[in-house]
C-alpha cells in the first residue's frame, strides 16, 4: 500500500469530486460502527440521524468524515446505484477473524430490505463494474452472503491449497500471491 494512502482509497480509488451523498443516508442505518466517537449495532440508525440527516454533520466523528461507499469512489458504477436509489450498499469489509482468504478484506454488495436491485437488473450491473479485480466480491440479502468472485472453482482451490486444473491454474496462482498474508499455509502456486 501507498504510504499516506488508506486501504479503502487504495482499493477502490479516491473519492469522485462529482458525486456526493445527497439525501442518501443508508451507511448511518445500515452499517456496524465500532469507531471512536461512535459506536452502533447494524441496522439501527444513528442517534444523530434526523429527518434532515444528520444533526451533527458538522462536527461528525471522524469515521463519519473519512468513510465513503464505493459509488462515491467508482466511476463504473451507474448513478443509479447511490445506495438511497438501487436499495444496494457497496463498501469495503473487514472481517476480524476471517474463516476463510477471502473473508478478510473484500468488497461486499448488500442488499437493503424492500430492494428492487436484482429484479430491475441494477445488482447485475453493480457486479459486473466490480468484479475485474483481485478483490473479492461478496453478495447479503440479508438473509445469507454468497462470495461472487472469484467464482466457485477458483476460490474452491484458493482456500483448500489443492492443485488447479491447467485452465485455472494462473488465476489460482495470481490470487494465492495476492491474499498470502490471509492464508500463510496455502501453497503459492
Known amino acids: 500500500m501507498t504510504t499516506g494512502t488508506d486501504l479503502e482509497t487504495e482499493l477502490l480509488g479516491p473519492v469522485l469530486r462529482d ?14 460502527v465500532d469507531a471512536p466517537g461512535l459506536r452502533k449495532p447494524a441496522g439501527v440508525p444513528c442517534v444523530h440521524l434526523g429527518a434532515g440527516g444528520c ?12 468513510w465513503f461507499c464505493a459509488w462515491r469512489r467508482l466511476a463504473e458504477l451507474p448513478e ?33 430490505d424492500g430492494s428492487t436491485a436484482i429484479a430491475d437488473g441494477t445488482a447485475a450491473t453493480v457486479l459486473d463494474a466490480l468484479c475485474d479485480s483481485l478483490i473479492p466480491v461478496w453478495f447479503s440479502d440479508g438473509a445469507r452472503q454468497m462470495l461472487m468472485h472469484p467464482e466457485a472453482a477458483v476460490a474452491r482451490h ?6 488447479a486444473p491447467a485452465a485455472l491454474r494462473d488465476e489460482v496462482a495470481a490470487w494465492r500471491r495476492h491474499y498470502a498474508g490471509f492464508a500463510p499455509d496455502a501453497p503459492a502456486g
Do not use: F
Open 158 to 163: 484458493v482456500i483448500d491449497g489443492t492443485p
Open 80 to 112: 443509479a446505484a447511490r445506495p438511497d436509489r438501487s436499495g444496494l450498499l457497496v463498501s469495503i469489509n473487514y472481517v476480524r477473524e476471517p474463516r476463510n482468504c477471502l473473508e478478510g478484506v473484500s468488497i461486499m454488495v448488500r442488499q437493503l
Open 19 to 32: 458525486r456526493d451523498c445527497g439525501d442518501c443516508t443508508v451507511c448511518c442505518t445500515t452499517l456496524k
Open 55 to 66: 444533526g451533527i454533520h458538522a462536527e461528525r466523528p471522524g469515521i463519519c468524515r473519512a
